[in-house]
């Protein structure tokens, strides 16, 4: 069973600061990465993907991609109380399906 | 709004009855996905079309579960005789190539 590992949290940070939300997984071969926000009682809305190496910036939000180490992650700059919210990985393996496996996902909360 | 639409929003059934949902994707995507999330969980994949083929199937997806697109339009997921175990919500999402969209998706409360 291929897998995404993410930490639960909640990642608590304050309003103004940088947050950094993690997610490794378990496929050598995935090639494209997403990250998701999903607020309570909504769905998933896309925030960013990734597919090659180093580091993809889309105002706020930095994804970052390290094939070898099998490691994604997500910096939020100047957080938001509006960031607060629960943040999805989610892995494309290259396996010619296009199903995407989800991680359990990381609870942020910002605080004013 | 042209983003993907699920209907309904919310269903309540009693255990052993039969739901059915709807999902219309964006208007221009081929690739059609369905997952299921629970409390606490990340979505998890059910089903996928291409157009009008269903070209993979979860073992999630148990023989109570049935899935169409009969126009490689809009899709509709059914779930046979209700078990609580089925509570969840209901995700659609669509595609072109890379990434998905998810819909609003359907909550569904088995009593």
């Known amino acids: 069973q291929k897998e995404v590992e993410q930490n639960s949290g909640p990642l608590s940070v304050p309003e103004g600061a940088i947050a950094s939300l993690n997610c490794t997984y378990s496929?050598?071969?995935?090639?494209?990465f997403f990250w998701y926000r999903q607020y309570s009682g909504k769905s998933p809305e896309l925030i960013m993907s990734?597919?090659?190496?180093g580091d993809k910036e889309d105002g706020r939000f930095t994804a970052q991609l390290n094939k070898a180490s099998q490691y994604v992650s997500l910096l939020i700059r100047d957080s938001q109380p509006s960031d607060s919210a629960t943040y999805l990985c989610?892995?494309?393996?290259?396996?010619?399906?296009?199903?995407?496996?989800f991680g359990t996902g990381t609870r942020l909360l910002v605080s004013p | 709004d042209t983003g993907v639409s699920q209907d309904p929003r919310h269903k309540i059934t009693k255990r052993g009855q039969n739901v059915t949902f709807r999902c219309d994707p964006i208007?221009?995507?081929?690739?059609l996905y369905w997952y299921r999330q629970t409390l606490g969980q990340g979505p998890e994949f059910l089903t996928y079309?291409?157009?009008?083929?269903?070209?993979?199937k979860s073992r999630l997806l148990s023989d109570r579960f049935s899935a169409e697109r009969p126009k490689g339009s809009f899709s509709t997921l059914e779930i046979q005789r209700t078990e609580q175990g089925d509570s969840a919500m209901y995700l659609c999402?669509?595609?072109?190539?890379?990434?998905?969209?998810f819909g609003p998706g359907t909550r569904l409360l088995v009593l």
């Open positions: 999402a669509s595609s072109i190539s890379g990434a998905q969209y």
């Open positions: 496929d050598r071969g995935s090639q494209s």
């Open positions: 990734i597919y090659s190496n």
């Open positions: 989610a892995v494309k393996e290259d396996t010619g399906f296009q199903k995407l496996v």
């Open positions: 208007s221009e995507h081929n690739r």
């Open positions: 079309f291409q157009n009008e083929a269903q070209l993979e």
